[in-house]
């Protein structure tokens, strides 16, 4: 298509001539960059090198930088070089060149392999202690808002909150019941093939019971919240940021929190102990579904064992950590919602983190429940 | 017509674009010739935008043709239209910078994608692309979300003439932009241009531009091209709309 680019040496006494021709374009920059380079490398007798650029038939910004580079190579030796024969219309190009990449570029910065290890584990802890007093802060500022609201009751936002009600609520409704019976389903499986070697089939309804009602019910649920409530509210609030958004609320004299995050907490709230609720109850009819299909426990053998087994404690003791729950996973993705900067990889990153931090201290907080109602003998 | 004897790069005939019911551009025909600047105005909704992005293949067009550099794009092949978008470079209205890549590595991008240059010479010809629209080395490593307006679209426009292209396409390039700066980005388009012998589709709102750097005007009303030729035209056209766009208020006060 085009003609390959050349750079000819022809030695004139004690004058270099170069001869370029062909095209000196981007298409051909790979091949061109070696040319130059061998060009800038050649021995020099006298102090006057001629770069004829008369052949020359098209010439881009990557060609005339590299004419250029080659000119700033020979004066650095100290010759002096001239170019000829260019045709006119790339004369300015060259000139432009010319006056670029005069400075140095800047050096890329340096970094020592333990320094940046010691300054990475570092910033962890920074921001570890960083998001606890985030955290703080937000419920904090979520109290005084719903102080206000308690205060004046017209201001509470009751739209916005059956909005999310009805988001991270309802729709939710399906896919907790799904996977909570799927769960159920699975232990009892696994604890009747388990138990069966002992003859203990029947103590799989206490297990599952338990199990579900008071750890493996809410933990599901606020992990799939989590997931899919969570993620969504940082995602939110993120973009909102990005756009403006927020600062548009805040000068028209709104509080972030009384209008975005309240209503969404409360939504939370609400939720969280009915999906938990509804999940338990599938967990504990899928449980009993497959004892009767493939354990051979009868329905009514199942209820009056569950009866026995299971008190309302332990139903009290799952349904108590929900709000509990709900609170974290909300405070924890409206924090980090409200995060993000500028870029779209910060958004990805706070959804990311929102939804970790948000699991991690779930679980953590459900161990400090087990540990209290231990404590108290229930 | 005044460029009759020029080849036209890019040559758009009874072109039809719609979304659903509504018919944005209606049997519109445009030549656009190498070499020149062409200003394309029209109302707010007008569809500028639309056809500027039918062009580059970012919408589905209903009917009629479009060419670039003598090739009917809607007939071409996957190889052949990649090829044509290499020879052009696009400036969006926001810039549309990649917010996780540095300005380096944003203007880099399609060089590092179509070609296969060392790292030095991609370094030098970046920064050169930079220092060329008006920036220096020390942007060269902020991020996006770290530059002013102004900055972001003299970024958007580096990246843009990565490959050296022959067409750049301008959406809006001064809005936001302060009259000075947005006077500066004149300057730089026609420098640019006449340096790097560009043909330029600029869709704009600024009379100023309109007035200064742009050797042709288009205007789009109802679907199609009404008036197109240089200013004077336009400040003699009886069409209403243009009447009002060129000869309003506004204008006065721009062309003092």
Redesign the interface.
């Given at each position: 298509m085009t003609i390959r680019p050349t750079l000819d040496e022809r030695l004139s006494g004690e004058r270099l001539e170069l001869a370029a021709a062909g095209a000196w374009?981007?298409e051909h920059?790979?091949e061109l960059?070696p040319l130059v380079e061998a060009a800038s490398g050649q021995r020099l007798k006298g102090r006057f090198v001629r770069i004829d650029m008369g052949s020359v038939d098209r010439l881009?910004?990557?060609g005339a930088?590299?004419i250029e580079?080659l000119l700033r190579a020979w004066h650095r030796r100290g010759a002096q070089a001239t170019i000829e024969g260019l045709p006119d219309?790339y004369r300015?190009?060259l000139?432009?060149?010319h006056?670029?990449?005069l400075?140095p570029?800047?050096p890329p910065p340096s970094y020592s392999r333990i320094g940046t290890v010691l300054e990475n584990v570092g910033r962890a802890v920074g921001n570890t202690a960083g998001d606890l007093v985030r955290i703080a802060h937000m419920l904090g500022e979520t109290t005084v808002a719903l102080m206000r609201v308690l205060v004046r009751p017209a201001s509470f936002r009751l739209t916005s909150v059956v909005h999310h009600l009805d988001r991270v609520g309802l729709r939710a409704v399906p896919i907790i019941l799904l996977i909570s019976f799927l769960l159920g389903c699975i232990i009892a499986q696994q604890g009747i093939f388990h138990f069966r070697r002992f003859g203990a089939e029947l103590y799989v309804v206490d297990m599952i019971g338990i199990l579900v009602l008071r750890e493996i019910g809410v933990i599901m649920v606020c992990i799939m919240i989590a997931g899919r409530s969570g993620s969504s509210y940082t995602a939110e609030l993120g973009s909102m940021k990005m756009r403006e958004e927020i600062d548009a609320l805040r000068t028209m004299g709104f509080g972030t929190v009384d209008v975005l995050v309240l209503p969404r907490l409360i939504a939370l709230v609400i939720a969280m102990p009915i999906l938990t609720f509804l999940g338990s109850m599938a967990a504990l009819y899928g449980g009993g579904l497959v004892c009767w299909i493939y354990g051979g426990i009868t329905p009514e053998i199942f209820i009056s064992r569950l009866k026995d087994a299971i008190s309302i404690d332990h139903f009290m003791v799952g349904m108590i950590k929900a709000p509990f729950m709900a609170l974290i996973i909300g405070l924890v993705a409206c924090t980090e919602g409200l995060q993000v900067?500028?870029?779209?990889?910060?958004l990805g990153l706070h959804t990311t983190a929102s939804v970790v931090k948000s699991v991690f201290l779930v679980i953590m907080t459900d161990g400090l429940f087990a540990m209290f109602f231990a404590a108290i003998g229930k | 017509m005044a460029h009759a004897g020029n080849e036209a790069v890019i040559r758009v005939r009874d072109l039809a674009v719609g979304f659903d019911a509504v018919t944005v551009l209606d049997r519109l025909s445009l030549d656009v010739f190498r070499g020149e600047i062409l200003g394309f105005v029209g109302g707010s909704g007008a569809g500028k935008s639309v056809l500027m992005r039918t062009i580059i293949g970012l919408l589905p067009r209903r009917s009629g043709s479009i060419e670039v550099f003598g090739l009917n794009l809607g007939m071409a092949g996957e190889k052949e239209r990649r090829a044509t978008e290499r020879r052009w470079g696009i400036l969006f209205q926001q810039g549309a910078l990649f917010s996780s890549l540095t300005v380096r590595q944003n203007v880099q991008f399609p060089m590092r994608e179509y070609l296969d240059l060392s790292d030095r010479l991609l370094d030098e010809v970046a920064l050169a692309k930079l220092e060329m629209v008006g920036l220096t080395a020390d942007v060269a490593d902020k991020f996006p979300a770290e530059l002013s307006g102004g900055m972001t679209k003299r970024v958007a426009l580096a990246r843009a003439l990565a490959l050296d292209p022959e067409i750049v396409f301008l959406d809006e390039p001064t809005s936001g932009l302060d009259p000075i700066g947005a006077g500066a980005f004149d300057d730089l388009i026609r420098t640019l241009q006449r340096t790097l012998g560009l043909t330029v589709f600029m869709v704009t709102h600024d009379l100023d531009s309109l007035h200064t750097v742009c050797d042709r005007i288009a205007v789009l009303a109802d679907g199609r091209v009404v008036v197109d030729g240089p200013i004077a035209t336009m400040l003699a056209s009886e069409h209403s709309w243009v009447k009002q766009y060129f000869r309003g208020k506004r204008t006065r006060a721009a062309a003092g």
């Open positions: 374009t981007v920059a790979r960059e881009d910004t990557f930088w590299l580079r219309h300015g190009l000139k432009e060149v006056n670029v990449n400075a570029p800047p900067k500028g870029s779209a990889e910060s | -």
